[in-house]
Structure formats: C-alpha cells, structure tokens
C-alpha cells in the first residue's frame, strides 16, 4: 500500500525515504462460516494448482516460480537504546535483517505462519510471494532457507502487470496447510479478496472472490483493504475478518467487515494515537490482534500493537481492545506492515512481524521481529 502521508502528491515510498534519511540518522542509525468453502476437496485444490502451474508456464513466461537466497542478519536487541526483552505484555524473542539479490524480493505486506512457525508464505504489494522456513537456534529466530519466490496470477495464469491489481495487501489461510490448502489475497486499489490453492507453498491461480461490501467502493485506492484475516475461534470461527488501512471520513475510527453467511457485515474499530491498520491476526478464543502503523514528520515511523477481546467482535460492534506494544524510531523497527501467529512449544502465542521496505533497500530494511505474549 502506498498512501499519501501529510502532504498531497508525496506517497509513503518517498516520505520513508525523507524521513529515515533525517530521523533514521537521528536514532541511531467464507466467506461467512467458512464452512462452504472448508467443504472443497484435496483433490479439487489439488487440480486447480496443476492447472495452475500449466497455464502460468504456457500463458507467461515471465511467470516463473524461482529458488532464491537470503541473508540474515541477525538484531541484538528490539531497543536501541537498551538490552531490555519485556515491553509491556511482550517479550522481545529474536528479530532478523533480511536481504537478497532478488529483483522481486522485498515491499512485504502480509504473512502466513504453519502451526510450528517454520514455513511461511509472505505476500509483497508489488504482486510477488516468497515461501520458505525460519530457521532457529538457541538465541531465537536464525534465518531463512528453502526459500522461493514467485508471482501472483491472475485466472488466466499470467503475472499481474498493472500496479491496481498487483497491490496484495494481506494473506491468510482460509483452509488445509500451507502444503495443501486454500489462502486468501487481499487486495487494495482494485479492492478485491481472492481465493488461492496453495501446494507445496506455492500459490497458484485464483478460483474466485469473495462479495465486497457495497461501501468498498468509496475506499480510497491505496488506503483499502490492508488487514484481513480468517477467525481461528470464538462464535465466529472460520469467518473472514478485513479492515480498511483509513476509511474516509474515519478520523476517530476505521471500518472493516465481518462476512456472515457470505454477506460483509460491518464494525468499527476505534482509532488508537492517530495509527492506521496495516494488518490482523486472530487467536484461538476469537480475540484480535492488530498491527498499525503512523507517519509523522516530526517523528519518524511508529508502529503499535493492540488486543482486541473476542467480545468486541461481532457485526456492528464497536472494537477498542488493549495496548500492548508502541514503538518508534528508537526501536528495530521499519515500516511493519504484516503479522502472523503460532504457538511455541508450551503454547505461548508467538507474533512474527515483518517490515514492507518499498523496495528502497538504499534507506529502508526488511525486518523481521518475533515476540512472545504474556
């Protein structure tokens, strides 16, 4: 997503750019249940890939799955200014510095865990996914290897080639695994919410939408769907959950859709400090967690991080939810864009964050952060 920040014609791309060039310096450096959808067999996902892979190696060639490598580096410690590993309701478990000579590679705005939080599927907003698996060591989150990178397609197999329909915003798997199952894409711009076989960790063609609300339309191009998500528990297990990064006329709240029985069905999230959303997860009791993010010139790129009880959940509720984490320049941070859950070996809720860097590598980073909720 690339939204207009503070002033008109200056994009997020060239304000990140100004403001970690000065502050950075300055720091220190279902659709509805779900259930009809959960009801598609293995077998048909698992045609729906093979044509998949077909028609993205006859209809274009430039639609071409490829093994890539990735450098880690690996962050000391999530403050700047300290060693300290608890903030709040979080402890500070690992984070990475990313890097590859991939010309796709990077502008990561979603993220896909497996329930062990090794393999993951990252969606860029410049219409690419990268696979792979997180490697560990005694200290934590240590790298990334089988790592690919691939393009998103459209139903004719090709690679989205304009910039409103490359621009996926969020992922989440609606069914199966990451090695067998169904994601969905959303998109903004061209505000849609796609379905996706996935095999193997690779995404193939989409098979259908999801209906929009009848208010999608009024979304600014790139402030749309950035946040989306399938509900793993509570009353509204399996339903699909999107919020819109800033709503107009939203100064004091945001607006997202619950889908219920196939339709949106409205809430509203109360704005927190001036943030806007840039993505969701969902825990097993139905309670949110939701990723935001502010610009301000004066200060540089604040991230913050808020709980949401499943409670506040339903359709025409009003959402408020818990402050667990605000951070600024003087933390690890970048542009944190995608969140992803699992749970660790005692059933800790694990949160991994990853940074969109705009694919300005010169002046911004891919991160990649880990903490553990209390």
Known sequence: MRPEIGMPHLNRRRVLRGVTASVGALAGSGLGSGAGLAQRSAAGTQAASTQASAAQAL????????????????????????????????????GLVLTSQATHFGGFSGLVMEPDGRGFIAISDEGHWLSGQLTYDANGVSGMEKTVLGPIVATSGKSLWRKRDQDCEAVALLEGTLARGTLLLAFERNHRIGRFPVVDRKIGVPSGYLKMPSEAKRMASNRGLEAMTVMAGGPFKSAVIAISERFPGGANTHKGWLWINGEPREFTLTDKNGFEITDVASLGDGSLLIL?????????????????????????????????????????????EALAVHKGPSGETILTLMSDDNFNGFLQRTILLQFKLA
């Open 59 to 94: 209809a274009d060639p430039s639609a071409v799955v490829t093994p890539i490598s990735v450098s880690a580096r690996r962050l000391a410690s999530f403050s700047r200014a300290s060693s300290a590993k608890t903030f709040g309701r979080l402890e500070f478990l690992g």
């Open 292 to 336: 935001e993010r502010r610009f301000r010139w004066t200060e540089g790129v604040h991230m913050q991080v808020r709980l949401v009880p499943a409670a506040e959940v339903r359709p025409g509720g009003v959402l408020n939810g818990e402050l667990l984490l605000e951070a600024g320049m003087t933390a690890e941070i970048d542009n944190m």
